[in-house]
Nanobody, 117 residues
Framework: QVELAESGGGLAQAGGSLRLSCVAW????????MGWYRQAPGKERELVAV???????NYADSVKGRFTISRDNAQNQMYLQMNSLKPEDTAVYYC???????????WGQGTQVTVSS
């Protein structure tokens, strides 16, 4: 069993920055593909960014050049640095961990990000 907990959400002005963190307990964090997803009111959950155990990254087109995903396997933590925030980035942001060997998928409880214009 894996538990994930996000932190760092809050209110920011357009053009500002926030840094989200996700800490994991209960399994070998370094084996997981980690990702950030978000869900805005009335919309489906969407992938924001993903990082493999080896550090390869991929981003949604809407955040490329503005957001940076990273991980610290020694600390069991993942981060999302969000710069040049836009009102359309407003959503609940979720941390995700996927383990290929067991095909297990885990979610955090989410953290609210609100960007004012």
């Amino acid at each position: 069993q894996v538990e994930l907990a996000e932190s760092g959400g809050g209110l920011a002005q357009a053009g500002g920055s926030l840094r989200l963190s996700c800490v994991a307990w209960g399994s070998t964090f370094s084996h997981a593909v980690m990702g950030w997803y978000r869900q805005a009111p009335g919309k489906e959950r969407e992938l924001v960014a993903v990082i493999t155990s080896g550090g390869s990254t991929n981003y949604a087109d809407s955040v490329k050049g503005r957001f940076t995903i990273s991980r610290d396997n020694a600390q069991n933590q993942m981060y999302l640095q969000m710069n040049s925030l836009k009102p359309e980035d407003t959503a609940v942001y979720y941390c995700n961990a996927y383990f290929f060997d067991s095909k297990s998928n885990y979610w955090g409880q989410g953290t609210q990000v609100t960007v004012s214009s």
